[in-house]
């Protein structure tokens, strides 16, 4: 018994010597490895026929169910009471935040792919920016290099994504049909062969349609984490926040279900497929991603966060390309490559401007001065940490 308790301490001790930094790091490449496998999970779904409404509703179910536990839980010294005013919020950023948001995706990733999907999600730091612009929230000091980096950062992503949706081009990479077939036959023992005849890129669907979705996807993200910064100073409850607004998700679905989808067969799962989908989404995407996403932003920053995104752009091109057979466009590469230069660009002076606040309170030695100049700084930090801080868990 003492060998094997002081076994387990050395474990222990081993796991807690990791430096954090290292943890960082393999947190953020495996949040990305499961967020590229949610886009090729949910396309899979769509190609075998799995309702659009369903799919979302059995989805915040199941992220509600988990998430409830922790927030009543872990928060119960932090939580505010309710009120109707607050409930009317958490209402109104579930319809942008959840309803408009996975609808549009789910709308947007069925006419397109899960490669440029994931691709144009790169702009919504930058979009997030200018709504904060727009609605003054944030100021912009053109005659500063931080201000100059996110306003060029905002028209490349504006720019990319206009390419994608406008210019599709030639087909530049398509997977050799022996690839396919050497592929199809390492997993055929394993998966189904009638389940991997449903996983191909889809055919006869609108590309501009799909892209002008993932677009209002991008939008209602956007304005989900702007809007949602004034309510995070009255509610900072991060996890109860996000369970009334799955809860209320589910109810505008299940709403919107009534009229649009009356077949009883539908909210059926008929295959093994489905199931691992629906489970997929709702687990290991909300779920254990948000957790995972929350403890990466504490630790490293937002900024740390958003710089892996595009990691993500990168595995779901190798995974659809293996996995269904997805042929790359030259117009998605290029709106891709601008996008991702947009996203470096607003976060490098989201860095800077950081920087620059930081010396000017390093300057500042009077408390009178120090107090007339907090105001701006509760301004900033309120749009950059909801701006990156759950920038893919509500997909």
């Not at 005013?85 to 789910?106: D, R, S």
């Not at 994608?164 to 023992?189: C, F, H, R």
């Amino acid at each position: 018994m003492a060998d094997s308790g002081g076994g387990g301490g050395v474990g222990i001790r081993r796991m807690c010597s990791i430096p954090e930094k290292f943890q960082l790091h393999m947190s953020m490449l495996a949040l990305q490895f499961g967020y590229a496998g949610f886009h090729v999970v949910s396309r899979a779904a769509l190609n075998m026929g799995i309702s659009k409404i369903v799919f979302p509703v059995y989805r915040n179910i199941l992220a509600l169910f988990l998430l409830l536990p922790f927030a009543y839980f872990l928060e119960k010294k932090e939580r505010p009471p309710l009120t109707w005013n607050l409930v009317i919020q958490f209402f109104l950023l579930a319809i942008v935040g959840i309803t408009a948001n996975q609808g549009f995706y789910l709308l947007g990733l069925d006419n397109t792919s899960p490669t440029f999907a994931s691709a144009i999600q790169n702009s919504v730091p930058a979009i997030t920016f200018l709504m904060a612009v727009v609605l003054r929230i944030e100021k912009v000091r053109l005659d500063r290099k931080d201000g100059i980096s996110k306003v060029a950062g905002t028209l490349f992503c504006v720019a990319g994504a206009s390419v994608i949706t406008l210019y599709k081009g030639p087909t530049i990479y398509s997977p050799a049909g022996t690839t396919l077939k050497s592929t199809a036959a390492v997993v055929v023992e394993a998966v189904p062969a009638a389940l991997l005849s449903q996983l191909g890129d889809a055919k006869g669907k609108s590309w501009t349609m799909g892209c002008i979705f993932l677009i209002g996807h991008c939008l209602s993200w956007s304005g989900w984490l702007v809007l949602q910064a004034p309510v995070l100073k009255k509610y900072p409850a991060r996890l109860s926040f996000t369970s009334y607004q799955c809860f209320f998700g589910v109810l505008q679905f299940l709403l919107i279900a009534a009229f649009v989808e009356r077949d009883p067969q539908a909210w059926l799962v008929h295959s093994g497929a489905e199931l691992f989908s629906v489970f997929y989404a709702g687990v290991v995407a909300s779920g254990i991603a948000f957790a995972v996403q929350i403890w990466c932003i504490d630790r490293g920053g937002p900024v740390f966060v958003a710089v892996y995104q595009p990691v993500q752009t990168l595995v779901v091109a190798i995974m659809t390309s293996a996995l269904l057979g997805e042929e790359f466009y030259l117009g998605g590469i290029i709106g891709a490559v601008l996008i991702i230069t947009g996203l470096y660009f607003v976060l490098w002076g989201k860095n800077e401007e950081r920087k620059f606040g930081l010396a000017q309170k390093a300057e500042i030695h009077s408390p009178a001065e120090h107090g007339n100049n907090s105001e701006p700084s509760s301004i900033k930090s309120s749009i950059t940490q909801p701006l990156l801080s759950q920038s893919t868990g509500n997909v």
